[in-house]
């Protein structure tokens, strides 16, 4: 809905970057507090976070030239500007990353992901609500009362009423950070769990709910026979 949120002078403050900034800093000062309480190495979470965002970025970066490989040939450069991304080659990446990490610092990579994944899906909420200040991401047609119609300069097109699959986004992984922080630190005492309970529940949440967000969304991102390339990988992310 707003590229630019405000200006300082001649500095223009993008509303996509400033939320991918504001949820990684929430999301490292989460991580850091629940480190500490359950006795892991609380630098090791930050160097982990500064980790992910790189090679997240850069694997969703990836997997969107992949998919939209012809596009990318004819210009290049305009394409590696734009804000498309795929969340999934950054999860991806992110996650091999992090297991090389801890496997170079001899932590037990579970643990750590375990930790980290309820942080992640707050970044990815506030991530999401970058989306929709931006346009990507949005959704079909619709010609319900809550649909959102966005201004001229946002990428979505604008003049018609879409449905806001951002924010639909946004909440799911918001209710998928709580229950995992809930499961995690709350029922603990009352649930047996196994290092890699959390990260998994974690996947399995995330890629269902993303195979079903997937169907409200208008913004072409590569298919794999009748499903989008992140529905075809929620398959087997849920498998």
């Known amino acids: 809905m707003r590229p630019v949120l405000f200006k300082i002078g001649k500095l223009s403050i993008p509303g996509y970057g400033l939320m991918i900034a504001l949820g990684f800093v929430i999301a490292l000062l989460v991580g850091e507090y629940r480190a500490k309480k359950k006795g892991l190495d609380a630098e090791a979470v930050i160097d982990l976070a500064i980790i992910a965002i790189l090679t997240g970025f850069l694997g969703a970066k990836l997997l969107y030239i992949i998919i939209s490989f012809r596009e990318f040939l004819e210009s290049p450069a305009v394409f590696l500007k734009t804000s498309g991304f795929v969340v999934y080659g950054g999860i991806i990446s992110g996650v091999l990353c992090c297991m090389l990490y801890c496997r170079i610092k001899k932590l037990k990579f579970l643990d750590y992901f375990d930790l980290v994944m309820p942080e992640v899906a707050i970044a990815q909420g506030f991530g999401r609500i970058g989306c929709f200040l931006a346009g990507c991401c949005y959704g079909r047609e619709t010609d319900a009362a809550w649909g959102i119609t966005f201004p001229a ?43 890699g309970d959390i990260g998994c529940l974690y996947v399995w949440m995330y890629g269902i709910g993303r195979f079903f967000i997937e169907f409200l969304r208008n913004d072409f991102r590569g298919s794999v026979g009748p499903f989008s390339t992140s529905q075809f990988i929620s398959l087997f992310a849920v498998a």
Do not use: E, N, R, Y
């Open 153 to 195: 300069d946002s990428m979505a097109p604008s003049g018609v009423k879409l449905i806001p699959t951002q924010l639909m986004s946004a909440v799911g992984d918001f209710v998928i950070a709580a229950v995992l922080i809930v499961v995690a630190d709350v029922l603990v005492k009352k649930i047996k769990l196994v290092s």
